[in-house]
């Protein structure tokens, strides 16, 4: 992008506010998980410090069930301005039998990203960074996590929802989506 995508803007907000936002909707408690805290100190959430700097997402994960005291743990990447609290009322339902919860739109793809994950995840997942792994999908695999794939269309979540910028094009993208 050239420039940190969590400040970007959309609908006069920059992407991390409106994720705060989006799951402070739900009264769920926030942090936000960066290797740069000094970008964030407008928030009035905390900030956490990833445990292993360029670990990527999976290392973001470990960082904030570490610092979680909650068993239920919802996760939303800054950089998925569309999503819905509709999405974490549906990831709610299926919490307290699954270890982790994945929503799957109508393509088959999983948003591993805009997940559950209970607390349970953090040895499994502290276990695939010792190895070198770091493709968040990795935990999909893990024999002794509960997992389940939340089909999204029947929950009438749309695929847009989902909708991630990674480019100045997907920018360009959103904000013609916006107007």
């Known amino acids: 992008m050239g420039s940190d995508k969590a400040l970007l803007s959309y609908k006069g907000m920059d992407f991390v506010s409106r994720a705060v936002s989006t ?9 936000v998980v960066t290797d740069v805290p ?4 407008h928030l009035s959430v905390p900030i956490l410090v990833d445990r292993i700097p ?7 994960l470990a960082t904030a069930l570490a610092a979680s005291d909650s068993e239920h743990n919802y996760f939303l990447p800054c950089d998925t301005p569309l999503v819905s609290p509709d ?22 793809r999983k948003h591993l990203l805009c997940a559950y994950y209970s607390r349970n995840c953090l040895g499994s997942i502290d276990q695939l960074l010792s190895q070198g792994v770091r493709r968040v999908e990795s935990i999909l695999e893990v024999q002794q996590l509960r997992i389940h794939l939340l089909t999204t269309p029947d929950r009438g979540i749309p695929d847009s929802s989902f909708f991630n910028v990674n480019t100045p094009k997907d920018l360009e993208r959103l904000r013609s989506i916006q107007a």
């Not at 799951?23 to 942090?31: D, N, S």
């Not at 000094?38 to 100190?41: D, I, L, M, V, Y």
């Not at 360029?54 to 973001?60: I, K, M, Q, S, T």
């Open 87 to 108: 999405l974490y009322e549906a990831l709610a339902e299926k919490s307290d039998r699954f270890d982790v919860v994945v929503p799957r739109d109508g393509l088959g």
């Open 38 to 41: 000094e970008r964030f100190t």
């Open 23 to 31: 799951l402070q909707e739900l009264a769920l408690p926030v942090r």
């Open 54 to 60: 360029n670990g990527g997402p999976l290392a973001g």
